[in-house]
């Protein structure tokens, strides 16, 4: 079974730019969810996203945005961006029993830098 | 997002047993305790999951007390290679996902 994929996995970008991730979950999952890296900040997490819609949301602001398609793949945006965006945002998919997030499988995630 | 403690860091010899504590307060009725390790440059891979009591699997094993309001991450017998951030994972009572800061573990020879 294929893992999570990321793309891309490395992107530079300026302040003010936007950029979009990209996600593809394992297949069969349905449950996809977002987390951003840092040194400072350790793991912390954006949104998840079930059946394309957003279920729990982290404490980001409203530059950051995501979504889910029909074939669970998901997509996360981030707005006018800040030199603080720098991080490495992971990607995670899982399976669900009844409200439960499983196991949570992650990708190697995609490097962002903001100059 | 719920408040969930680690410590820090924790250094130990090769052979020894890790014992990693996190709590987690705001803990959902129905909310599950997972622990993840994390290596440089990685995304965080699975160790454990449980809900309640003792919970073993190959790798570690997970106690917990009958409140919840804690967890504690037992590695027997841990190698180099167990040189990790270990992370918990539970929801609290808004049911959004929360990370503990993490613990770094450093196995030495």
């Known amino acids: 079974k294929a893992g999570v994929t990321q793309t891309p996995r490395y992107l530079i970008k300026t302040r003010g730019q936007q950029v979009t991730l990209s996600c593809s979950p394992i297949?069969?999952?349905?449950?996809v969810s977002w987390y951003q890296q840092t040194p400072g900040q350790g793991l912390q997490f954006l949104f998840e996203?079930?059946?394309?819609?957003?279920?729990n949301k982290g404490n980001f602001p409203g530059r950051f945005s995501g979504r889910q398609f029909s074939n669970s793949r998901s997509e996360m945006n981030v707005s006018t961006l800040e030199l603080g965006d720098s991080a490495l945002y992971l990607c995670?998919?899982?399976?669900?029993?009844?409200?439960?997030?499983?196991?949570?499988?992650f990708g190697p995630g995609t490097r962002l830098t903001v100059l | 997002l719920a408040k969930t403690t680690q410590p820090i860091s924790m250094d130990s010899y090769e052979g020894q047993e890790v014992n990693i504590t996190c709590s987690h307060n705001?803990?959902?009725?129905?909310?599950?305790i997972t622990w993840y390790q994390q290596f440089p440059s990685q995304g965080p891979r699975f160790i454990i999951q449980?809900?309640?009591t003792k919970v073993t699997n190959e790798v570690a094993s997970l106690f917990i007390p009958a409140d919840r309001k804690s967890s504690t991450l037992s590695l027997p017998r841990v190698s180099l290679s167990d040189t990790a951030v270990y992370y918990c994972?539970?929801?609290?009572?808004?049911?959004?996902?929360?990370f503990g800061a993490g613990t770094t573990v450093t196995v030495r020879a």
């Open positions: 995670a998919s899982s399976g669900l029993a009844g409200d439960h997030l499983l196991e949570q499988f």
């Open positions: 297949s069969g999952h349905r449950s």
């Open positions: 996203y079930f059946s394309e819609t957003q279920r």
């Open positions: 705001n803990i959902a009725t129905n909310d599950y």
């Open positions: 449980g809900y309640k």
């Open positions: 994972l539970v929801g609290d009572s808004d049911y959004k996902l929360s």
